[in-house]
């Protein structure tokens, strides 16, 4: 650091009482010339800037070379400048979530916007807290898991483009659209559709949904939820911080979901949850079988492709509310099978007297609420029903 400069008095005239102070000032420092380029960042600028200033310096010397005293300390700051330089630029890029390398500062950025990847790693039981610290692992929780990022690199890049877009997504309950995305996201929940109404004095909401099985929302006799639904379930509610029944006592979903739209919809907004209309539909086909395929097996498959089950034409969730039914839907899936030559369509229609058969318009119109259902299932009619007719094919 500069020192203070000593002050001394000088008695230059006959008078002892007059003085003069006098100060030895260090000389002042050269100004940066306009020509200095505040763009250089690495060795080869620094050097060759220096050796520039060298030359411009000291025009009557002619000749400079490697092994002179003043290239060699020119080089030395060359270095020391550039390895500066480079920490410069290290330091800061560890400031944005952009360009930051270091997984600790990656994580802080990511938590500095709401997205504690931490805390949710931990809670999903991912990797490395998929499996419990060894016991001679002293290691607190962050630090194994900003190792597991080292040594897996493409995890925190799928981290730092999956926090921007998880704070930019709308997690309230505001539009209709909303209503319906945010539910659609909840386990016990396939279909759903919103609309608003005039209550007389404020807005009414009302939502509809396609529930788990297509149960009704308010049913809660013989009702047994899976171990699987009850994991997905208490993961979903604990990551909302949202309160959770006993899943294991048969709660009815609407007490399952009410919790839910509680806490994401606009305060004072009044929302009325519904169950979908489900209408049964009576189908009745006439299936020509190829020769070298058994009756039987065809049977199998044709009654597969039009079950409840996954991948099923009337698997739950699969038709939306008010889509109308088609008869060439219902071709398009029975064509693909193996061993289907031709198809006649003889009953399509509602379940009821009152409905007219569609088999020669090949559509069932349906509206509003209304759900296409047929569960096939003797027990329940009144929920749909299909009839197979199988000619050709072999026997067995």
């Not at 799928?158 to 539009?175: H, L, N, S, Y």
């Not at 049913?219 to 208490?234: G, S, W």
Request: charged share 30%.
């Amino acid at each position: 650091m500069a020192q203070n400069p000593e002050i001394e008095l000088v008695y230059a005239g006959a008078c002892p009482d007059c003085a003069t102070r006098v100060a030895d000032l260090p000389q002042k420092l050269p100004r940066v010339g306009d020509d200095f380029d505040w763009l250089l960042r690495d060795y080869d600028g620094f050097r060759l800037f220096m050796l520039e200033e060298l030359v411009a310096k000291y025009p009557e010397r002619t000749r400079w070379t490697p092994a002179d005293v003043e290239t060699a300390l020119v080089e030395v700051m060359a270095d020391i400048l550039d390895r500066l330089s480079d920490s410069v630029d290290r330091v800061f890029a560890e400031g944005f979530l952009e360009t930051a390398r270091r997984p600790e500062s990656v994580r802080r950025l990511l938590k500095f916007i709401g997205y504690d990847i931490l805390a949710i790693t931990r809670e999903k039981s991912e990797p490395p807290f998929d499996v419990p610290a060894h016991a001679d692992d002293q290691r607190s929780d962050e630090q194994r898991f900003d190792q597991y990022w080292l040594d897996n690199p493409t995890k925190m890049e799928a981290a730092r483009f999956a926090g921007p877009r998880e704070i930019q997504t709308q997690k309230r309950m505001v539009t209709l659209e909303d209503y319906v995305n945010r539910l659609q996201e909840h386990p016990l929940v396939l279909r759903a559709q919103s609309w608003q109404t005039w209550g007389g004095t404020w807005p009414v909401i009302y939502v509809a949904v396609i529930a788990w099985q297509r149960k009704d929302i308010d049913d809660t006799q013989d009702l047994e939820y899976p171990d699987n639904i009850i994991e997905e379930v208490a993961d979903f509610h604990q990551h909302r911080s949202l309160a959770l029944v006993d899943l294991t006592e048969g709660p009815s979903i609407r007490s399952v979901l009410r919790p839910y739209l509680d806490a994401y919809r606009m305060a004072g907004q009044e929302v009325i949850l519904q169950s979908a209309v489900e209408v049964g539909i009576s189908i009745s086909i006439s299936i020509e079988v190829r020769s070298n395929y058994f009756k039987s097996e065809l049977r199998r498959a044709v009654e597969q492709a039009l079950s409840t089950e996954p991948g099923g034409f009337f698997e739950p969730g699969r038709l939306r509310f008010g889509e109308d039914l088609y008869a060439g839907d219902l071709f398009e899936t029975l064509m693909a099978i193996d061993g289907v030559d031709n198809i006649c369509l003889n009953r399509f229609k509602r379940i009821g007297k009152r409905f007219a058969d569609q088999a020669d318009f090949g559509r069932i119109k349906l509206d509003g609420l209304e759900v296409a259902v047929c569960d096939n299932d003797l027990d329940n009619p009144a929920r749909g029903y299909f009839r197979l007719k199988l000619n050709g094919g072999r026997k067995g």
